[in-house]
């Protein structure tokens, strides 16, 4: 459980409620979102950590961002993915699909380690 501290696990929201999260001796909980800016909502979900950002945008203020900030590499979370990756390989972008690696159910030796 300790070799996790300090790292940072993006999962679904219901991860927290569910065995895999065990893993994690004291976690933060985070949750991004647009509506995070709205206090009672943060309260509502137990968030200790609201990071107010949205995850809606239209295709060219997406595109335009990332040529504006250059990132190192970008991570597709949802949607369209394959037409955002192959927009970043036109354009010389690093970007990959990021999936739930490790999410499938683990045995109980698993989660103890």
Do not use: C
């Not at 985070?30 to 295709?59: C, N, T």
């Amino acid at each position: 459980k300790n070799s996790l501290g300090g790292e940072v696990a993006v999962a679904p929201p219901s991860a927290i409620q569910d065995r895999w999260a065990r893993r994690f001796a004291d976690p933060v909980p985070a949750f991004a979102s647009g509506w995070m800016g709205v206090k009672a909502r943060a309260r509502q979900r137990g968030v200790e950590l609201p990071l107010v950002i949205s995850d809606h945008a239209d295709w060219q203020e997406l595109t335009d961002t990332f040529l504006e900030l250059k990132p190192q590499e970008v991570w597709i979370t949802h949607g369209r993915e394959e037409g955002l990756l192959r927009w970043a390989e036109i354009n010389g972008q690093k970007a990959r699909a990021l999936r739930l690696v490790g999410y499938e159910e683990e045995d109980d030796e698993a989660v103890a380690a």
